[in-house]
């Protein structure tokens, strides 16, 4: 099993810009797809983004144009570059293979877009 270790979240006011990285404990990028996940409290876990072995990017609507998911294979990272940042951002965002393989999630990283 892959360990995916999320950071990079924090504090932002609407319109406000982050950046979170998945660092992996073995390269993977070659033979799986990675997406980025997001709970908000009261509500399931969602896909946000997704990036595939063969670099083919997708992502949930309401995040298209100011979300960026992106890899670095060499430091077997992912990243999501986020724009524009609404409350409705607000979640615990998580990193996992896409599509899941295991139903095994770390703690991901709390990102809260508040003024």
């Known amino acids: 099993q892959v360990q995916l270790v999320e950071s990079g979240g924090g504090l932002v006011q609407p319109g406000g810009s982050l950046r979170l990285s998945c660092a992996a404990s073995?390269?993977?990028?070659?033979?799986?797809?990675m997406g980025w996940y997001r709970q908000a409290p009261g509500k399931q876990r969602e896909l946000v983004a997704s990036i595939l072995a063969g670099g083919m990017t997708n992502y949930v609507a309401s995040v298209k144009g100011r979300f960026t998911i992106s890899r670095d294979s060499a430091k077997n990272t992912v990243y999501l570059q986020m724009a524009s940042l609404k409350p409705e951002d607000t979640a615990v965002y998580y990193c996992n293979r896409y599509p899941v393989a295991f139903d095994s999630w770390g703690q991901g990283t709390q990102v809260t877009v508040s003024s």
């Open positions: 073995l390269s993977i990028f070659s033979s799986y797809g």
